[in-house]
């Protein structure tokens, strides 16, 4: 099809409503809402903030991991007697001495009725880099020189590394002997949505577009790496681990789990963890290696990985394979879209299959599609584990649909702006349910997406183009939290202690790894309370003493801790409140806090101070009110009123949504092919925001990872299933030299209705725009549509070179290369290999 | 990384004895940002490191009675980058070579990092590598038998690494006096600014009285495991004054000869290709331009 279509009619005026009215958000003396410098910035920036492999315990041993040079192999046999023999080695051990003694795991995230995760390679070996062997000596070094003479048995097995390969029946299985929901196969799980009637949409569409789609596999690339220090007291049965991860109770319970011990026996702490992104939100072989050597030796054991194993065996962002298409009408209504998705998991994964529920559900935003059809085969690869990573999926679906967005523009003859415009979410009162599902309980994505636009020249630069410049645009929705299918819990919890000097301790088991818990948690206390931010301090996550709570992820902090913490500081203050007013013969309600104190309404220089009160409480219990109980601590567990995903695919699945919209202008040298971004604009929906220091921060370091993931990440194999770029000095993640200066980052509240602070995540949302606003940017400039993932010079230039040659005015890259070998055309697309044929749940 | 004996000498016949005592498990470190990555992946396991940092007849660099540029090989490529603001500023189109010294891998390695070191690790994505080929520099060497002097051309053996003999240690890299050449231009593709070459390219030029190039000579670093002359293309400038059309022909000649069509499988060799003709083409048109000028000031 290649008719234009008139330009659609201008879309009708919209009288402005984004939000029920803002809330207010306190007095001109409050914290929240200002940018306070960071609490934690000073240790990080002098060099004194310890993390994993600054920890040095008395006794401690090192421990090293032997990991796989070959993809996919038949572990025949392993072989530790020469390594046992080498001096300073104080133990070694592999698959085999473990099975039976330690329990399988990554069953409860996957549904799996046994888990597919094990600490070593026992009788296969799934990926390249995967443990096989462990030696514990005296020094890394000893430890090290081990490693050289362990003898490893194995016999080559064909590799499986395009995940479109794992559909074919007969591509090599990978997991053996698993039943899976659907049998044994490399096609682990599939997924599906099933909202309204897309087969008529499609028929009633003015406009259907349709394209191929593919996202690359990125690291975390977190620079603090994965590591350990395991210490269990042969005496009291207590595991002590300290492990740089996002979520200490996961790693205790599963840990536990896998160690078959009881679960108050093994204890988290969490030094300085310098970041995650997602790529340590879960437990790992490393954690359980250390811990069971520690549990033989009765020493401690460090256990930190080196970046080429993070980069083969931490966890890397999912990659994906799409047939994507979207219906519309002449006036530019998206009435539909539908998709097939592989997604690649890798060899295991204990979150991958999540990734594309989520990802694909919330993905849908800021569009409140009615007719909505996709399908997901969910494969295994010989190639890294995949799992979460910055935006969650997100990233992977808005770099298709907003290419499409973009595409069915062009079909139209309407400007994207105003395409976007005619579409993003503006429901006529709140909160709105999309047909997704998703329940909207305010957002101004409308006035990002304007903002953006503006910031960027949008309509000058399209009235006059420059040669090759361009510019694109792309919005998104994030979730702010998250109900996972298969973890169905979304909650957080803190614990607040006013202590005997009128300071405060926070405690909580939600680990900061960048977003400043220490300064934001003190910032919403401080409000609550009344007390100065200087005198509130954040314990370190420990789960021997904090409340029980999911961990740092889905960008939830701030939303979910936040409330756990703005509703234990209530408490703590409905406290010091009452036993002022016994005090002061006073009645509570004519008490106010303040200035560290409880005093009377009006009066913020008299009353009792929060030092005299915790006194009473603790050392002069007689000055309580009767049958107070004598304790200055409140706990508050805050779970978000979210849903289970629906049979169908659909649900609301997070406590509120964040709106982002992003605009691109690049420049691409047709010489050399290089893509620059020269000026970048983004206009972000982050609620009511805390600290708007952190908020910029977190939207500038989303924005970098896009910009990575849109222009150089990616994990390069060879056809053995070989990681040809596990080392910073070869795997392309950007400089900072590379980034353009962020000068056009705009914030449009839309307080949250349903987090009592306002607040909404804004963690993942600098992110998920970035691929695509930069992809169509490049269209823009170019003529060429990449539908692959990165966008690297090279790619740009042979793409060019083609594209001239060819003599064409529009020209997809890889599809129209001449050794392209997928399908170039819809009519060759590949079909779900799952059926809806007597399913029950439809 | 394992273990190692670490040896500072302070002259150079000292650390040609020690390289001699220590056999063939000794190694030479001048700024070690090559060897350090590899030991500490343990890619190298030397058993004793000899240290060119403490030998002072190393360091920094000469003009010579007849005007040659002599450059102590543990000489680090921040001190050259900064020739300007010394006591021996460079002229002329030596200048290039310290525009080429500020402007690779990053700081740190600037620092640390010296000449003698990248010549000697032969990493062909190296842009000294690339220059004193392109150049026709001399490096003069010592070792138990004496000393000796190699053209940079024939330093570098054509299928990686260099012709350099157990114990033999470069002391000094030589330019050829300014009336070597008129003009010099290096180009290079890097994906991020801190990264080696994808390709490089040198243009350098001599200008006849008449103002037509009277001598050129096309060199191409990164493709091949040792820089390569682009002699066709550098035969089709002399005699003549490139124009913008013949820049862009002559580069594409230079693709054809260093990397042909039918050896461009990849899509990495096919970008190679691509961008030898591109930068290839600056190289001649910057080179060119700046002769004129150093002609005309002249």
């Given at each position: 099809?290649?008719?234009?279509?008139?330009?659609?009619?201008?879309?009708?005026?919209?009288?402005?409503?984004?939000?029920?009215?803002?809330?207010?958000?306190?007095?001109?003396?409050?914290?929240?809402?200002?940018?306070?410098?960071?609490?934690?910035?000073?240790?990080?920036?002098?060099?004194?903030?310890?993390?994993?492999?600054?920890?040095?315990?008395?006794?401690?041993?090192?421990?090293?991991?032997?990991?796989?040079?070959?993809?996919?192999?038949?572990?025949?046999?392993?072989?530790?007697?020469?390594?046992?023999?080498?001096?300073?080695?104080?133990?070694?051990?592999?698959?085999?001495?473990?099975?039976?003694?330690?329990?399988?795991?990554?069953?409860?995230?996957?549904?799996?009725?046994?888990?597919?995760?094990?600490?070593?390679?026992?009788?296969?070996?799934?990926?390249?880099?995967?443990?096989?062997?462990?030696?514990?000596?005296?020094?890394?070094?000893?430890?090290?020189?081990?490693?050289?003479?362990?003898?490893?048995?194995?016999?080559?097995?064909?590799?499986?590394?395009?995940?479109?390969?794992?559909?074919?029946?007969?591509?090599?299985?990978?997991?053996?002997?698993?039943?899976?929901?659907?049998?044994?196969?490399?096609?682990?799980?599939?997924?599906?949505?099933?909202?309204?009637?897309?087969?008529?949409?499609?028929?009633?569409?003015?406009?259907?577009?349709?394209?191929?789609?593919?996202?690359?596999r990125q690291a975390g690339a977190a620079l603090d790496p994965h590591g350990c220090v395991a210490s269990y007291d042969s005496f009291t049965g207590v595991l002590t681990i300290y492990s740089s991860t996002q979520s200490i109770f996961m790693v205790r319970d599963v840990l536990a789990d896998t160690l078959q011990i009881p679960r108050n026996r093994v204890r988290v702490v969490i030094p300085e963890v310098g970041a995650g992104f997602g790529s340590k939100a879960q437990m790992f072989a490393h954690e359980v290696i250390a811990s069971v050597l520690s549990m033989q030796l009765g020493r401690p054991v460090h256990l930190v990985l080196g970046r080429g194993e993070i980069f083969r065996a931490g966890t890397a962002r999912t990659g994906q394979v799409r047939y994507a298409e979207m219906y519309l009408k002449r006036d530019g209504e998206i009435t539909g879209y539908r998709d097939y998705i592989v997604h690649d998991c890798g060899a295991q994964s204990l979150w991958g299959?999540?990734?594309?529920?989520?990802?694909?559900?919330?993905?849908?935003?800021?569009?409140?599609?009615?007719?909505?059809?996709?399908?997901?085969?969910?494969?295994?690869?010989?190639?890294?584990?995949?799992?979460?990573?910055?935006?969650?999926?997100?990233?992977?679906?808005?770099?298709?649909?907003?290419?499409?967005?973009?595409?069915?523009?062009?079909?139209?003859?309407?400007?994207?702006?105003?395409?976007?415009?005619?579409?993003?979410?503006?429901?006529?009162?709140?909160?709105?349910?999309?047909?997704?599902?998703?329940?909207?309980?305010?957002?101004?994505?409308?006035?990002?997406?304007?903002?953006?636009?503006?910031?960027?020249?949008?309509?000058?630069?399209?009235?006059?183009?420059?040669?090759?410049?361009?510019?694109?645009?792309?919005?998104?929705?994030?979730?702010?939290?998250?109900?996972?299918?298969?973890?169905?819990?979304?909650?957080?919890?803190?614990?607040?202690?006013?202590?005997?000097?009128?300071?405060?301790?926070?405690?909580?088991?939600?680990?900061?790894?960048?977003?400043?818990?220490?300064?934001?948690?003190?910032?919403?206390?401080?409000?609550?309370?009344?007390?100065?931010?200087?005198?509130?301090?954040?314990?370190?996550?420990?789960?021997?003493?904090?409340?029980?709570?999911?961990?740092?992820?889905?960008?939830?902090?701030?939303?979910?801790?936040?409330?756990?913490?703005?509703?234990?500081?209530?408490?703590?203050?409905?406290?010091?409140?009452?036993?002022?007013?016994?005090?002061?013969?006073?009645?509570?309600?004519?008490?106010?806090?303040?200035?560290?104190?409880?005093?009377?309404?009006?009066?913020?220089?008299?009353?009792?101070?929060?030092?005299?009160?915790?006194?009473?409480?603790?050392?002069?219990?007689?000055?309580?009110?009767?049958?107070?109980?004598?304790?200055?601590?409140?706990?508050?567990?805050?779970?978000?009123?979210?849903?289970?995903?629906?049979?169908?695919?659909?649900?609301?699945?997070?406590?509120?949504?964040?709106?982002?919209?992003?605009?691109?202008?690049?420049?691409?040298?047709?010489?050399?092919?290089?893509?620059?971004?020269?000026?970048?604009?983004?206009?972000?929906?982050?609620?009511?925001?805390?600290?708007?220091?952190?908020?910029?921060?977190?939207?500038?370091?989303?924005?970098?990872?896009?910009?990575?993931?849109?222009?150089?990440?990616?994990?390069?194999?060879?056809?053995?299933?070989?990681?040809?770029?596990?080392?910073?000095?070869?795997?392309?993640?950007?400089?900072?030299?590379?980034?353009?200066?962020?000068?056009?980052?705009?914030?449009?509240?839309?307080?949250?209705?349903?987090?009592?602070?306002?607040?909404?995540?804004?963690?993942?949302?600098?992110?998920?725009?970035?691929?695509?606003?930069?992809?169509?940017?490049?269209?823009?400039?170019?003529?060429?549509?990449?539908?692959?993932?990165?966008?690297?010079?090279?790619?740009?230039?042979?793409?060019?070179?083609?594209?001239?040659?060819?003599?064409?005015?529009?020209?997809?890259?890889?599809?129209?290369?001449?050794?392209?070998?997928?399908?170039?055309?819809?009519?060759?697309?590949?079909?779900?290999?799952?059926?809806?044929?007597?399913?029950?749940?439809? | 990384?394992?273990?190692?004996?670490?040896?500072?000498?302070?002259?150079?016949?000292?650390?040609?004895?020690?390289?001699?005592?220590?056999?063939?498990?000794?190694?030479?470190?001048?700024?070690?940002?090559?060897?350090?990555?590899?030991?500490?992946?343990?890619?190298?396991?030397?058993?004793?490191?000899?240290?060119?940092?403490?030998?002072?007849?190393?360091?920094?660099?000469?003009?010579?009675?007849?005007?040659?540029?002599?450059?102590?090989?543990?000489?680090?490529?921040?001190?050259?980058?900064?020739?300007?603001?010394?006591?021996?500023?460079?002229?002329?189109?030596?200048?290039?070579?310290?525009?080429?010294?500020?402007?690779?891998?990053?700081?740190?390695?600037?620092?640390?990092?010296?000449?003698?070191?990248?010549?000697?690790?032969?990493?062909?994505?190296?842009?000294?590598?690339?220059?004193?080929?392109?150049?026709?520099?001399?490096?003069?060497?010592?070792?138990?038998?004496?000393?000796?002097?190699?053209?940079?051309?024939?330093?570098?053996?054509?299928?990686?690494?260099?012709?350099?003999?157990?114990?033999?240690?470069?002391?000094?890299?030589?330019?050829?006096?300014?009336?070597?050449?008129?003009?010099?231009?290096?180009?290079?593709?890097?994906?991020?600014?801190?990264?080696?070459?994808?390709?490089?390219?040198?243009?350098?030029?001599?200008?006849?009285?008449?103002?037509?190039?009277?001598?050129?000579?096309?060199?191409?670093?990164?493709?091949?495991?040792?820089?390569?002359?682009?002699?066709?293309?550098?035969?089709?400038?002399?005699?003549?004054?490139?124009?913008?059309?013949?820049?862009?022909?002559?580069?594409?000649?230079?693709?054809?000869?260093?990397?042909?069509?039918?050896?461009?499988?990849?899509?990495?060799?096919?970008?190679?290709?691509?961008?030898?003709?591109?930068?290839?083409?600056?190289?001649?048109?910057?080179?060119?331009?700046?002769?004129?000028?150093?002609?005309?000031?002249?």
């Amino acid at each position: 099809m290649t008719e234009t279509l008139p330009t659609a009619p201008p879309t009708r005026p919209r009288a402005e409503r984004h939000a029920p009215e803002r809330r207010e958000t306190g007095s001109g003396n409050k914290l929240v809402g200002r940018s306070v410098p960071r609490t934690e910035d000073l240790a990080l920036l002098t060099g004194t903030a310890r993390f994993i492999d600054d920890i040095r315990l008395p006794g401690m041993l090192y421990a090293k991991i032997l990991r796989s040079t070959t993809a996919h192999a038949r572990l025949n046999g392993v072989d530790l007697s020469k390594a046992l023999q080498q001096p300073g080695v104080r133990g070694a051990i592999c698959g085999q001495d473990l099975l039976g003694k330690v329990k399988p795991w990554g069953d409860m995230m996957q549904d799996l009725l046994v888990g597919d995760h094990f600490p070593f390679a026992t009788d296969k070996i799934l990926y390249e880099g995967q443990e096989i062997a462990a030696v514990v000596a005296d020094s890394k070094y000893a430890a090290l020189d081990a490693l050289e003479v362990i003898e490893v048995d194995y016999d080559e097995l064909p590799v499986l590394v395009d995940p479109e390969g794992a559909l074919d029946p007969e591509s090599p299985l990978i997991q053996e002997g698993i039943n899976y929901e659907f049998g044994e196969g490399n096609i682990f799980d599939r997924y599906r949505v099933r909202v309204g009637d897309a087969a008529a949409a499609a028929a009633d569409a003015d406009v259907v577009v349709r394209q191929r789609f593919v996202s690359n596999r990125q690291a975390g690339a977190a620079l603090d790496p994965h590591g350990c220090v395991a210490s269990y007291d042969s005496f009291t049965g207590v595991l002590t681990i300290y492990s740089s991860t996002q979520s200490i109770f996961m790693v205790r319970d599963v840990l536990a789990d896998t160690l078959q011990i009881p679960r108050n026996r093994v204890r988290v702490v969490i030094p300085e963890v310098g970041a995650g992104f997602g790529s340590k939100a879960q437990m790992f072989a490393h954690e359980v290696i250390a811990s069971v050597l520690s549990m033989q030796l009765g020493r401690p054991v460090h256990l930190v990985l080196g970046r080429g194993e993070i980069f083969r065996a931490g966890t890397a962002r999912t990659g994906q394979v799409r047939y994507a298409e979207m219906y519309l009408k002449r006036d530019g209504e998206i009435t539909g879209y539908r998709d097939y998705i592989v997604h690649d998991c890798g060899a295991q994964s204990l979150w991958g299959n999540q990734v594309v529920h989520i990802g694909t559900n919330v993905g849908m935003l800021p569009y409140p599609i009615p007719n909505i059809h996709i399908d997901a085969d969910v494969v295994h690869t010989n190639t890294a584990p995949a799992g979460p990573l910055r935006g969650f999926g997100i990233p992977e679906t808005i770099w298709a649909k907003e290419q499409l967005v973009d595409m069915a523009a062009e079909r139209l003859g309407m400007d994207p702006l105003d395409l976007r415009a005619r579409n993003v979410v503006q429901p006529e009162s709140f909160p709105y349910r999309t047909p997704m599902g998703q329940v909207i309980d305010s957002t101004s994505i409308d006035r990002c997406l304007q903002t953006c636009a503006e910031a960027i020249g949008w309509r000058e630069k399209k009235a006059r183009p420059e040669p090759n410049e361009g510019v694109g645009l792309a919005v998104s929705m994030k979730y702010t939290s998250c109900r996972h299918p298969s973890l169905d819990t979304d909650l957080s919890a803190v614990r607040v202690r006013l202590e005997t000097d009128g300071t405060v301790t926070i405690f909580s088991s939600d680990v900061s790894h960048g977003q400043g818990h220490a300064t934001f948690l003190a910032q919403i206390v401080s409000d609550v309370l009344g007390v100065g931010f200087e005198k509130v301090a954040l314990a370190p996550p420990d789960s021997a003493t904090a409340p029980f709570g999911l961990g740092t992820y889905a960008s939830r902090a701030a939303a979910v801790l936040g409330t756990a913490c703005r509703q234990a500081a209530e408490r703590l203050r409905e406290k010091v409140v009452a036993i002022a007013a016994h005090v002061l013969e006073a009645n509570p309600e004519d008490l106010d806090t303040g200035n560290d104190r409880v005093h009377v309404r009006g009066l913020p220089d008299t009353g009792l101070y929060l030092e005299n009160l915790a006194g009473y409480a603790a050392y002069r219990t007689h000055q309580l009110p009767p049958g107070f109980e004598p304790t200055l601590e409140a706990v508050a567990t805050y779970d978000t009123p979210t849903e289970r995903e629906a049979p169908d695919g659909s649900g609301n699945f997070s406590v509120t949504y964040s709106g982002a919209a992003h605009a691109a202008h690049v420049r691409v040298d047709p010489d050399t092919g290089r893509i620059t971004v020269i000026d970048y604009a983004m206009a972000h929906d982050t609620g009511t925001v805390i600290n708007p220091l952190i908020v910029e921060g977190q939207h500038q370091g989303g924005f970098l990872m896009g910009i990575g993931m849109a222009l150089g990440e990616d994990y390069v194999y060879d056809d053995q299933g070989r990681l040809l770029n596990a080392s910073f000095k070869d795997y392309q993640a950007p400089y900072a030299t590379e980034l353009p200066e962020l000068t056009k980052m705009f914030e449009i509240p839309a307080p949250s209705v349903n987090i009592p602070g306002g607040q909404k995540g804004a963690g993942e949302s600098g992110t998920g725009p970035v691929p695509a606003a930069i992809g169509n940017a490049v269209y823009d400039a170019t003529g060429v549509r990449f539908t692959a993932l990165p966008i690297t010079p090279d790619r740009m230039l042979l793409a060019l070179r083609e594209k001239e040659r060819r003599g064409l005015d529009s020209f997809r890259y890889p599809d129209d290369m001449p050794d392209f070998t997928s399908p170039r055309t819809p009519d060759e697309w590949p079909t779900p290999t799952g059926s809806d044929e007597g399913d029950l749940l439809l | 990384m394992k273990p190692f004996s670490f040896h500072s000498p302070r002259g150079l016949g000292e650390a040609v004895d020690l390289l001699e005592r220590h056999g063939p498990g000794a190694q030479v470190i001048a700024g070690g940002q090559t060897l350090l990555l590899a030991m500490k992946e343990r890619l190298a396991r030397p058993s004793a490191l000899v240290s060119l940092a403490e030998v002072a007849d190393l360091r920094g660099w000469r003009y010579t009675d007849s005007g040659a540029l002599e450059i102590g090989a543990a000489t680090t490529y921040a001190a050259l980058a900064e020739a300007e603001l010394t006591g021996v500023p460079l002229r002329g189109w030596h200048t290039e070579i310290a525009a080429v010294a500020g402007d690779l891998a990053d700081r740190p390695v600037r620092t640390m990092g010296t000449i003698g070191g990248a010549l000697c690790a032969a990493d062909p994505r190296f842009d000294m590598v690339t220059l004193v080929v392109a150049l026709d520099a001399e490096l003069d060497t010592v070792g138990a038998g004496g000393g000796r002097t190699i053209r940079a051309a024939e330093f570098f053996d054509p299928v990686g690494g260099t012709v350099l003999r157990p114990g033999e240690i470069l002391t000094t890299v030589r330019f050829r006096p300014q009336d070597g050449f008129s003009g010099v231009a290096f180009e290079k593709f890097r994906y991020r600014v801190f990264d080696a070459a994808l390709v490089s390219a040198v243009c350098a030029l001599r200008l006849g009285a008449d103002g037509a190039v009277a001598d050129a000579r096309v060199t191409v670093g990164a493709v091949h495991p040792a820089p390569v002359l682009a002699t066709t293309a550098a035969d089709r400038l002399v005699g003549g004054t490139p124009t913008a059309v013949d820049t862009v022909e002559i580069g594409l000649v230079a693709a054809d000869e260093v990397l042909p069509a039918e050896q461009a499988t990849t899509s990495v060799r096919r970008y190679q290709r691509e961008l030898i003709g591109v930068l290839v083409g600056r190289a001649i048109a910057r080179s060119h331009e700046r002769a004129h000028t150093t002609t005309a000031g002249s």
